[in-house]
């Protein structure tokens, strides 16, 4: 079985990109680490992929920062570079994802700048983002 779980913070924004009819989106996700050894890193950080309406949702409202759950499964590629070396490299293609913690607590803990939705999504004030009426199909969990 490949599964994995992880919670932790964008190191930096999504970034989207079209394969034909397939969005793909991939952030990367730092994981603090329970016990810490000295002259070890406090962190590990994982490269993560997201397609289709999970892509579109990570997009959209994932920001640098923010904190995030994740599922899916770990996967290996493998390529030769222009100089003929082989390069491992590894990452998470998501399966499922979500905030794991509110828009406020998000603010709190990044020295009060909050990670806001791209501009077009409209925010009412209460840690949420409006949805426009209509576009249930087009919402990842429902």
């Given at each position: 079985m490949n599964k994995i779980i992880l919670m932790g913070r964008l190191t930096r924004d999504p970034e989207?990109?079209?394969?034909?009819?397939?969005?793909?989106?991939?952030?990367?996700?730092?994981?603090?680490?329970?016990?810490?050894?000295?002259?070890?890193?406090e962190a590990d950080f994982f490269n993560c992929t997201a397609f289709g309406?999970?892509?579109?949702?990570?997009?959209?409202?994932?920001?640098q920062g923010t904190k995030i759950l994740i599922s899916g499964r770990m996967q290996q590629d493998n390529y030769t570079n222009k100089d003929g070396q082989k390069v491992y490299s590894w990452q998470v293609i998501v399966d499922d994802q979500e905030f794991a913690e509110s828009k406020n607590a998000a603010g709190a803990s990044a020295g009060g700048s909050s990670s806001q939705p791209k501009p077009d999504a409209a925010s009412a004030g209460n840690g949420f983002v409006d949805i426009k009426d209509g576009i249930e199909e087009d919402l990842p969990f429902i």
């Amino acid at each position: 079985m490949n599964k994995i779980i992880l919670m932790g913070r964008l190191t930096r924004d999504p970034e989207m990109r079209s394969s034909g009819s397939t969005q793909i989106c991939r952030y990367s996700l730092a994981v603090d680490r329970r016990f810490r050894r000295e002259g070890e890193p406090e962190a590990d950080f994982f490269n993560c992929t997201a397609f289709g309406k999970s892509a579109e949702f990570a997009d959209k409202y994932f920001r640098q920062g923010t904190k995030i759950l994740i599922s899916g499964r770990m996967q290996q590629d493998n390529y030769t570079n222009k100089d003929g070396q082989k390069v491992y490299s590894w990452q998470v293609i998501v399966d499922d994802q979500e905030f794991a913690e509110s828009k406020n607590a998000a603010g709190a803990s990044a020295g009060g700048s909050s990670s806001q939705p791209k501009p077009d999504a409209a925010s009412a004030g209460n840690g949420f983002v409006d949805i426009k009426d209509g576009i249930e199909e087009d919402l990842p969990f429902i």
